[in-house]
Structure formats: structure tokens, C-alpha cells
């Protein structure tokens, strides 16, 4: 009677939550560096910002995951949870009937409260069916899905999912866990200190099997530095120029300050036919613009491009008349390309006197 109460609790503890089910083959096609795009379409909606995948044995998979990469270490000897798991309720698990519904288990553990357990049972999407000993029989094809939950007071918390074929093959996987799972995380910190990753908004890694492992590590912030040259045409003149810019990418700012140099070159011809180059010279500040990319389109190992800018400069070096002093300027900057730009621009003097428009191309080096 009391197994039966036992059981009934826990069929109807976890009715109100929703767990992962598995219905479905993964490609787990990659090129040598994990490419993070692919892995997040893989588990659409579910992984962290910081998230490890462990290939295990017979298609079983292990996902450790949580918002920062020190969370994650609440998981990283995920064998203990498992066998804390398993040592207080195997016993209900190995009285499960054989059947070809899945099941979902959330196992939260919280600091100073007592362990809660949900439960779910799901049908795998088509009846399957093969031949055993000459006889027709339905067989299962939809994986179980162990989940734990790890849970501080500090408001750390960790998830961990184990996709197993048959939840009571549990026993036979810990080792395997314990081993496979060190040797993803001693290669993540070999390659990237715990402090970058730590820093890091996105942290991936995965274990492939024979010890191949594939990580990306997407650091915090970046400098990016943008040379380049253009052809611009300004108050009736054709010119030049050569261009030095900064741009310090945030990851947690919307905000992406600019700052460079533009050194600007007038040509024309003396009296006595003799080419005069009139260098002009302009100090800019303003703001990048970048979306996120799923072509293989990165700047240095983020996958984001640049799409366009807003600057403002100042002349502080002036030769020739084609500028008066105290000369402003503001462009705004649209990427046709990764390297090619078009940059519209209104020049003035003192309070807005002297409007001109301006038109540059802008290749990047």
C-alpha cells in the first residue's frame, strides 16, 4: 500500500510542469570549432548561455547548462547528483512496467529544503514495431529524460539533463558520466581561464566521443580595430581619404562607442600646371551598429556584423579653403558589405551656418 501511495504521488506530483521530451535524431555534423549556432538550433528554446553537451554510449546524452559559467560548476560532477538520484528512488524505477512511453523525471534539489520530485509520462509520436524471435512486437523509440534542478539561496541554479533510452539503465552510465564529463571541463579551462569564461556571456562545449571535444567561448568585450579608405564627394570637390577607427564592442551595452581619425586629401592643379594636395584633417566619435548572424558571418569570434554607424567630427587640421574653421561634420554609415560602406554627410560651420551635404564610399582593409 505504501509503494502504491508512493507511486500515485509521484504521477500526479508533476502534472502542472512541462519536461523535455525527446522525439527526434541529432546531426551532430561540426566542423573542428563547435559552431554555436548549430548547437542552439539543435535544442531550440532550451540551452543557456552556458551550456555543455556530453555524447554518451548506445545514442545516451548528458546537458549540464546554466545563465553563467560559474553556475555550471553546481553541475560539473554530474555522476553524484545522478547517484543521489538513483540511490533514493532506483528502487521505484526498476518497478516500472516495460512499455513505449517515455518518461520525464524532475529531481529539484534546493538549499535548505527538502528534495521535490516530478514526474511525466508522454507517447512517442507513431507506434514502432520489429521482429523478435519471429513474432511481431512494438518496441519503444522515444528516449527518457532524467532532469535535476540545483537550486542556491545566492540565486545560483544549475540544470541537468540526462536523455537515456531506458531511465533504469541509469547505474550503468555513472562512470562513464564521471569520466567523460572531467575530460570536457579540464579541456574548456586548459584552452580559456575560468576567469575569461566566467566573464564570457556564451560558453559551449561538447563531448564527441573518443575524446574529441568541441568548445566556443564568446568573451564579454572587444576592441575592434577598422582602417579603411574612401572616395567621397564634398562641396563641389573630389577627394580622398584615409581612416583610422575603434570601436569597442560591449556585449552587455546596446551601446558601441566609436571613436578615429579621418585624414582627408583635396588634389588640384597650379597655375603652372603642378599638382597641390590639400590634407585636411578631422577628429570623429560616435556609435557602431551590429546584429547578430547565422551565415558563418563573425568579427573576430563573435558571430555579429557590422551594419552601420553614426559619427560626428571636428576639423583640427585645415589647409586649402575647402573648410572654414571651426568646421563640423555628421555621417551616417550603412554596410552594403562586410567591407564596403556608403556614408551620406552634413558639413557645417560654427551653429549650423554653411549646410553642405557630402556623399563618401568607405572600403575597409
Do not use: C
Not at 194 to 205: A, D, F, H, M, T
Amino acid at each position: 500500500m505504501q509503494k502504491l501511495i508512493i507511486w500515485v504521488t509521484l504521477l500526479l506530483g508533476s502534472a502542472t510542469t512541462p519536461l523535455l521530451a525527446q522525439l527526434g535524431n541529432v546531426n551532430y555534423a561540426f566542423d573542428s570549432r563547435l559552431d554555436a549556432h548549430a548547437f542552439r538550433d539543435e535544442y531550440p528554446n532550451f540551452l543557456n548561455t552556458a551550456s555543455f553537451e556530453v555524447q554518451l554510449s548506445k545514442g545516451n546524452r548528458l546537458l549540464l547548462m546554466s545563465r553563467k559559467y560559474s553556475g555550471t560548476r553546481l553541475v560539473q560532477r554530474p555522476d553524484s547528483l545522478v547517484r543521489q538520484f538513483w540511490n533514493e528512488y532506483g528502487r521505484f524505477i526498476e518497478q516500472m512496467p516495460d512499455d513505449t512511453q517515455g518518461t520525464s523525471v524532475h529531481y529539484i534539489l534546493e538549499e535548505n529544503g527538502a528534495p521535490q520530485l516530478r514526474w511525466k509520462k508522454y507517447p512517442q509520436p507513431a507506434s514502432e514495431f520489429s521482429v523478435l524471435n519471429n513474432e511481431l512486437v512494438q518496441v519503444k523509440s522515444i528516449q527518457d529524460t532524467l532532469h535535476i534542478s540545483v537550486r542556491k539561496d545566492d540565486n545560483r541554479q544549475a540544470e541537468l539533463y540526462l536523455l537515456v533510452n531506458d531511465l533504469r539503465n541509469i547505474p550503468m552510465l555513472h562512470e562513464e558520466i564521471r569520466e567523460k564529463t572531467a575530460y570536457l571541463i579540464q579541456s574548456l579551462e586548459k584552452k580559456t581561464d575560468p576567469k575569461i569564461l566566467e566573464r564570457s556571456p556564451e560558453v559551449y562545449g561538447r563531448y564527441l566521443g573518443d575524446r574529441k571535444v568541441q568548445v566556443a567561448n564568446f568573451g564579454s568585450d572587444m576592441l575592434i580595430i577598422s582602417p579603411s579608405a574612401s572616395l567621397g564627394y564634398i562641396r563641389g570637390n573630389w577627394m580622398t581619404s584615409l581612416n583610422g577607427e575603434f570601436t569597442l564592442f560591449m556585449e552587455k551595452s546596446p551601446l558601441k562607442p566609436r571613436i578615429g581619425y579621418q585624414q582627408q586629401y583635396f588634389f588640384n592643379r597650379s597655375p603652372e600646371g603642378q599638382t597641390r594636395i590639400y590634407q585636411n584633417g578631422f577628429v570623429m566619435a560616435g556609435l557602431s551598429f551590429f546584429q547578430k548572424t547565422k551565415d558563418g558571418v563573425r568579427i573576430g569570434n563573435k558571430e555579429v556584423k557590422q551594419t552601420g554607424q553614426l559619427m560626428v567630427g571636428y576639423l583640427v587640421h585645415r589647409t586649402g579653403n575647402y573648410y572654414e574653421p571651426n568646421t563640423w561634420k555628421v555621417s551616417g554609415g550603412l554596410n552594403l558589405t562586410p567591407t564596403l560602406r556608403i556614408e551620406p554627410e552634413v558639413y557645417f560651420n560654427g551653429t549650423f551656418k554653411n549646410l553642405s551635404p557630402g556623399l563618401r564610399f568607405t572600403i575597409g582593409f
